[in-house]
């Protein structure tokens, strides 16, 4: 009965390949994001979707997408994966018109 | 871009002492922030929040402090315990938006 939960923990994968990552929320909430948690701990906004609206933080190079099958699901599909995309990604999610966010276990994303 | 920022990285308290965890803010627009606890290998955790409108506001064994004047954010835990021990983050938000803005973290470690 996890509120935010995140597939695959661990992942580990060359550089290069493709990769999925998957988060589900049961909340209810209507906003979800993905954060990107750097090896110094600084946390990162990569992008914001509800049902209406996706923004997109323009750093975050096009090799990043979020997909989102339906309200409770925002999963990141990262193509051509670099060594700097080595990070913690995490989801999270808040109802509508809040910032309280609920945050996922975190991905840890080891590209090698 | 504007940021949020924390004085000091790292603060060491031992058990039973109050813990202070400051915040700088640069966007004089924010009117919304939100403390967060990441404990290792997990995700952030809501702690407590304030609006603008206020200065102070409790929680159980935290307060926060809000100066708009100098623009600083304050986190006090009292009777700090080992479980406290984790990362902790001050997050802000510009009326409008619902996307959450972290700043940089402090590791607080509680000795016993």
């Known amino acids: 009965d996890t509120a935010v939960s995140q597939t695959p923990k661990y992942l580990v994968t060359q550089m290069g390949n493709d990769k999925s990552i998957k988060c589900e929320q049961n909340l209810g909430h209507d906003t979800m994001y993905w954060y990107k948690q750097d090896s110094k701990k600084f946390l990162k906004i990569m992008f914001s979707y509800n049902n209406k609206e996706l923004i997109i933080n323009e750093t975050v190079p096009n090799r990043f997408s979020p997909k989102s099958p339906d309200k409770a699901h925002l999963n990141l599909h990262i193509n051509s994966l670099e060594l700097g995309d080595s990070a913690v990604y995490f989801c999270?999610?808040?109802?509508?018109?809040?910032?309280?966010?609920?945050f996922g276990q975190g991905t840890r994303l080891t590209v090698v | 871009g504007e940021s949020v920022g924390l004085h000091l990285p790292t603060l060491s308290v031992q058990e039973g002492d109050n813990s202070i965890i400051n915040c700088a803010y640069s966007?004089?627009?924010?009117?919304?922030f939100i403390w967060y606890k990441q404990e290792s290998g997990k995700g952030p955790q809501f702690i407590i929040d304030?609006?603008?409108?206020?200065d102070k506001r409790q929680g159980q064994r935290v307060t926060v402090l809000l100066n708009k004047t100098v623009k600083h954010l304050s986190l006090q835990i009292a009777a700090t315990q080992p479980g406290d021990s984790a990362v902790y983050f001050c997050?802000?938000?510009?009326?409008?938006?619902?996307?959450?803005?972290f700043g940089r973290g402090t590791s607080l470690i509680v000795h016993p």
């Open positions: 999270a999610s808040s109802p509508i018109g809040r910032t309280e966010a609920f």
């Open positions: 304030i609006r603008s409108n206020m």
């Open positions: 966007n004089s627009a924010s009117d919304y």
């Open positions: 997050a802000e938000n510009e009326g409008g938006s619902y996307i959450p803005t």
